[in-house]
């Protein structure tokens, strides 16, 4: 049985980004040795994350509260919002400090290869906040990646109609470069330098 507790744990940590099996197994072990200060101490912070961790239901950033502690401070901006494409995107622009409006959490990009599509985006829920508040500008934050670009511009088009500003950073970035790899002060030019986005597809060919 003990045998089998410490595989299945080497077999769940190897799901983990960037752990493979070799690296699982010596986390594992450190894990084990490491047991009443790091394992004990793990296991009740992966349950207390697994119980109040949630997605926020206006911006899909996480947080133990539902809106998140970004859609409830009253403080902040509600003229603009910036799509990101993951939480630790927002992160990123968090710790750069250099925007105090709200956000879209895409959670992905579009992509025909993974079967990532619009409805898994949350467009629709975008699309209704611009048109229920008060926003007259919406930054497009997504990766210079490709399919970063291609979901920026589906984006871009589906917001078209409702008359809203819409902007891009101004990558000076890496090209396939992610946005939670920047420094903040390269990413806090970047939206500093932020660009309109033409309204239609037809202006942009
Ligand atoms: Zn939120």
Redesign the pocket.
Known sequence: MAARALDDLIALLAKLPGLGPRSARRAALHLIKQRETLLRRLAVTLTEAADQVRK?S??G?LDAAD??W??AAPERDDRQICVVEEVDDLWALERSGVFRGR?HVLGGTLSAIDGYGPQDLGIDRLLARVAADRVSEVILATSATVDGQTTAHYIADRLAPSGVVVTRLAHGLPVGGELNYLDDGTLGAALEARRPVPSTAAERA
Do not use: A, T
């Open positions: 926020c206006r911006c950033n809106p998140c970004i859609c956000y």
